[in-house]
């Protein structure tokens, strides 16, 4: 397993984190298999999409701000952050992808981005990958 | 591949399975890996999210009854459970985590959850381990 | 890594891809493992849902829609599909399987569906299979 640090600078933000993923792979010298990225937090979480113009970002973004209130009638968490929990799960903390060739295999207009969802903080990020 | 078995008491619902999951990890005897958690019904789905405070839970399941209802114009389901569906496709039936050490990587704060969608029942989760 | 392409016919639309994904993991040769299933395109996902009954597809899309608008306030991207990003990102671009006996696990009801959020196009889905 390998691991790397993310700085964010927003409460909502992602950052993209697909050059260091593609470090990992390459570290780990595995040829085909799978690769997990992982975040080990609860308000923060991993996707993949378009990494070529930045608008699809600030929409992705505005869409999850508006869909989860950070106030909401009848939330009970002391912290205040349930929005932050919320959008960790409908992102989802982890994702699998394929390696190829000693890379990850990534579309055209694909990038890894790391989503923090109650910064701004300094997040870890987990990669591990199998294979041969 | 391990199967353990979930008794749900509310149609929404999230039973805390990392313990099932820890278990299951130890007995395969991988000790740097992979790990599947995978739900293979349709209206159940796994996250991994904070466990500490049981209120994180209750807002979550109280903004995703919320904001997929029971009843919906256009629905044609005849079962009445589109909701049910629909949460698991947000959720999503099947979470990887990265095994090391022996262990499932989890922060400090994460716990793996059975997200039941309609219930009360009696679920079966799969549990694979891969790696060496 | 195995790759099948799949046409679609409408701009949102879940396509069942269940006997690619099996005879991909057939071709393998992994009798026990892990397999991926996942989706290059930044405006395509894959989930795994009932495949019995087409209704529960029509009213997971019909609800997908409606809580991602085509047109919103404040959008910016110049290609006006951002709600197809959106949608990526909430179902997401990558599913995990489990492989046993050769086999992908599935439950009684449960089919994998590529689902497209910005056709109709011509896609490309990939399987990796990792295991023994």
């Given at each position: 397993m390998q691991t790397f640090t993310v700085t964010t600078r927003e409460r909502n933000e992602m950052v993209e984190i697909t050059d260091e993923v593609r470090g990992a792979v390459g570290a780990s010298g595995v040829r085909e298999g799978i690769c997990v990225v992982y975040c080990p937090h609860t308000t923060g979480a991993i996707t993949v999409n378009e990494?070529?113009?930045?608008d699809v970002v600030h929409d992705l973004m505005l869409w999850y701000n508006r869909i989860v209130p950070k106030q909401q009638a009848g939330?009970?968490?002391?912290?205040?952050n349930s929005d932050s929990h919320i959008k960790t799960t409908l992102v989802g903390p982890s994702m699998t992808l394929i390696v190829a060739d000693g890379q990850p295999v990534l579309g055209r207009w694909q990038g890894v981005f790391f989503c923090e969802f109650d910064g701004p903080r300094r997040r870890t990020v987990h990669v591990q990958v199998v294979g041969g």
């Amino acid at each position: 397993m390998q691991t790397f640090t993310v700085t964010t600078r927003e409460r909502n933000e992602m950052v993209e984190i697909t050059d260091e993923v593609r470090g990992a792979v390459g570290a780990s010298g595995v040829r085909e298999g799978i690769c997990v990225v992982y975040c080990p937090h609860t308000t923060g979480a991993i996707t993949v999409n378009e990494n070529a113009d930045p608008d699809v970002v600030h929409d992705l973004m505005l869409w999850y701000n508006r869909i989860v209130p950070k106030q909401q009638a009848g939330f009970r968490h002391g912290e205040g952050n349930s929005d932050s929990h919320i959008k960790t799960t409908l992102v989802g903390p982890s994702m699998t992808l394929i390696v190829a060739d000693g890379q990850p295999v990534l579309g055209r207009w694909q990038g890894v981005f790391f989503c923090e969802f109650d910064g701004p903080r300094r997040r870890t990020v987990h990669v591990q990958v199998v294979g041969g």
